[in-house]
């Protein structure tokens, strides 16, 4: 089913869900404050508990009310990126934010997405926490009918068209007295070093990830993915650029030009599930690209959805 921004504020006010475009990708959204709601996200998705969400607001006060301490370059980082697609987690007053919602942590991660019917509706109604809008361990949902492969009837769906971005928000985290890389995502980390003077480093894979969520596996299609050349017979599919030559397959899915990495983000999920659509056993898949910026991100969430080691170095 297919709801007006309206529609949408009403679903949530009962304690129920909808499905919301952001410009990274579809979140399955509750109201912030509503525990039914809250608790029903963890069941349609079948997440863990231990996996907060993000919280998803459209000013910047309603972090400041809810924050233990406004952390420093977090104003910077906030006018330089929001709305966009860039998630900060800082320690907050733990009484303020349901402890479902940062699944027991002293902190709350927040986004302002820069979707305007996101932003209308969470004016209508409120602070929504949205993890994506996909069955746990699936790719993410770039468009309104990827929300129905994975939920038939169960979530309503506010269709925004296709996100713009097509992969995740990077997630900084505030903790020792600087931010650090929680996930890699549509936002460059470059961009963010070049705004903070240091750049944020993440985990080094051996400690404890910074964000939950990189514990359980993810994006992953039913298709076994191959990522380096020569393939057999067998595989019968090639994801890969326009501008080259690939071993003639059954079918070819298109990531754009080698010169953009933003059409490659753009379309990597939808490519991810086609192959799943068509039945399709396994794919070659290109990732013979640069390894800064977006790129590095297209490469994480690749090798992941081949089931590889990412190195974060
Ligand atoms: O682009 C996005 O961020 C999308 C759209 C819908 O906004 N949302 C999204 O949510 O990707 P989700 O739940 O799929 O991923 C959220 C990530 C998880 O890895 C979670 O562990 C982490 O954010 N996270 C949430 N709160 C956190 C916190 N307080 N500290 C550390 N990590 C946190
Ligand atoms: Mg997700």
């Given at each position: 089913m297919r709801v007006s921004?309206?529609?949408a504020a009403q679903i949530l006010l009962k304690g129920e869900n909808v499905a919301v475009p952001t410009e990274t990708v579809y979140g399955l959204a509750a109201l912030m404050?509503?525990?039914?709601?809250v608790d029903r996200i963890f069941a349609l998705k079948n997440r863990p508990r231990a996996?907060?969400?993000i919280i998803h607001i459209a000013d910047v006060e309603t972090v400041e009310a809810v924050a233990k301490e406004i952390p420093e370059g977090f104003y910077a980082l906030a006018s330089a990126f929001w709305p966009g697609p860039l998630a900060?987690?800082?320690?907050?007053?733990?009484?303020?934010?349901?402890?479902?919602?940062?699944?027991?942590?002293?902190?709350?991660?927040?986004?302002m997405p820069n979707h305007p019917l996101a932003l209308e509706l969470i004016r209508k109604s409120?602070?929504?926490v949205m993890p994506s809008a996909n069955l746990s361990g699936k790719p993410s949902p770039t468009a309104a009918g990827a929300v129905?492969?994975?939920f038939g009837s169960l979530v309503p769906v506010l269709d925004g068209g296709p996100c713009q971005r097509g992969v995740e928000s990077t997630i900084l985290i505030w903790q020792d007295g600087m931010w650090r890389l929680g996930r890699l995502g549509a936002l460059a980390v470059e961009e963010i070093a070049a705004l903070l003077g240091y750049y944020p480093e993440g985990s080094d894979g051996k400690e404890k990830p910074l964000c939950p969520g990189q514990k359980w596996r993810h994006y992953a299609p039913k298709a076994h993915l191959l990522t380096s050349l020569p393939v057999s017979e067998e595989v019968e599919a090639v994801i890969g650029f326009d501008e080259r030559s690939y071993p003639?397959?059954?079918?070819?899915f298109s990531l754009g030009s080698i010169h953009s990495p933003e059409k490659a983000a753009f379309r990597l999920y939808e490519i991810l599930r086609k192959l799943d659509r068509q039945g399709i056993k396994s794919a070659f898949i290109d990732v013979d690209f640069p390894s800064t910026g977006l790129w590095r991100t297209l490469r994480e969430r690749i090798l992941k959805a081949a089931g590889q080691e990412f190195d974060a170095k």
């Open positions: 921004v309206d529609e404050d509503n525990i039914q709601g996996n907060p969400l900060l987690a800082l320690p907050v007053d733990v009484s303020k934010v349901p402890e479902s919602v940062r699944a027991g942590l002293p902190t709350a991660c927040f986004r409120g602070p929504l129905e492969e994975d003639q397959r059954k079918y070819f």
